[in-house]
């Protein structure tokens, strides 16, 4: 059975929080004297002088109605990468417990792992991408507190079939990370409705993808009230700024642009495969349900050298277990990608 408490570091159940000022008083004074703020304003236009709302709760009411969860269960980070941090800082205790990891997978989880001094136990996937379930519960222990799946998979682009994901689910004790950063671009829906359901699952998504506000530094993890809590407890105080703050909230106001966007993506997605499943020196094209397609080609190295030489970068992931000789393409523009199936088709091998 999944026990929270029993997962979470003894440290972290003991830690009191940092009370920041907006946290003491919410109400609406006339005078704000409370956090050492400069009340002349800043020195350039803008009003960046006061602290940030420090859970975004004006973010969180939008998010809350589009992906139809109640705003206790949504935590923002300073991106993805912060929410994977602290679910590191607060269930796995360096030196002793232990994560799972599916190569070829997102880096950050394994640099993650290292800063915070945790074991990694790698499960590699199948030739196909899908997830080696056997083995995966072979080598679960009892100091095992997170399994990262990711979904669709960077670098691969496969989405995880959903019967798997209920499966590590029902039969792990600790924490199962869905990370579904590239969701938005995926033919089946996300695994956020079965939140409700189980107490261990923590999906994360991004507004760095689909939303295209990478700059902005947002991101975003779903999980249970209890789970919420504990990150929240955790996080710096501020990590949203109030610039990020007023952006996304400006964009979830423009559905319709983020779904024309997706539509986009998706439909070069397709004029790119098509055109690169043209090309002779290209394998194998992995069918994807991301913004990206991974290639394998006859020589991963000089191609890559051969595009950059003509101001094109691709991600050469030809060191990762499975991605021999592969080459990671992000969809890019009509244009871009037109150009880059052009110089394509000036290489000679
Ligand atoms: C699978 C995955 N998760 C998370 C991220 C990072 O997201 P963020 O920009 O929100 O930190 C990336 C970025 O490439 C990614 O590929």
Do not use: H
């Amino acid at each position: 059975m999944f026990n929270l408490e029993k997962i979470t570091r003894e440290n972290i159940k003991k830690a009191k929080p940092y009370s920041s000022a907006r946290d003491e008083y919410k109400g609406e004074a006339r005078i704000f004297l409370d956090a050492n703020e400069n009340a002349l304003g800043s020195v350039i236009e803008g009003n960046f002088n006061r602290y940030p709302d420090p859970y975004q709760e004006n973010v969180k009411l939008k998010l809350a109605k589009i992906k139809k969860v109640s705003i206790e269960n949504i935590f923002l980070g300073n991106g993805s990468d912060e929410a994977i941090d602290l679910l590191f800082r607060a269930f796995c205790e360096p030196n002793i417990d232990n994560v799972i990891l599916l190569p070829p997978t997102y880096g950050m989880y394994q640099v993650a792992a290292q800063i915070n001094d945790i074991q990694v136990i790698e499960v590699p996937l199948l030739s196909n991408f899908e997830i080696d379930l056997d083995n995966v519960f072979n080598v679960i222990n009892s100091f095992t507190k997170l399994i990262f799946i990711c979904s669709p998979n960077n670098p691969s682009g496969n989405q995880i079939e959903e019967d798997i994901i209920l499966k590590i689910l029902e039969n792990f004790n600790g924490i199962v990370v869905v990370d579904e950063a590239y969701i938005d671009f995926a033919e089946k829906p996300s695994v956020l409705s079965l939140m409700s359901k189980y107490a261990n699952l923590v999906v994360l998504q991004t507004f760095s993808k689909a939303w295209g506000m990478a700059a902005l530094r947002v991101g975003m993890a779903f999980a249970s009230v209890d789970i919420i809590q504990i990150i929240n407890k955790i996080k710096p105080p501020y990590n949203i700024n109030s610039v990020s703050q007023d952006k996304i909230s400006l964009a979830l106001d423009k559905f319709p642009n983020f779904e024309k966007s997706v539509s986009e993506t998706k439909k070069q997605r397709l004029f790119l495969a098509s055109e690169l499943e043209k090309i002779e020196f290209i394998d194998k094209i992995y069918p994807s349900d991301a913004n990206f397609i991974l290639v394998s080609v006859k020589n991963a190295s000089k191609i890559y050298d051969f595009l950059a030489n003509n101001g094109i970068i691709v991600r050469n992931r030809s060191k990762m277990p499975n991605c021999d000789s592969c080459l990671r393409i992000t969809v890019g523009t009509e244009l871009e990608n037109a150009e880059l199936i052009k110089i394509l088709n000036q290489y000679v091998g």
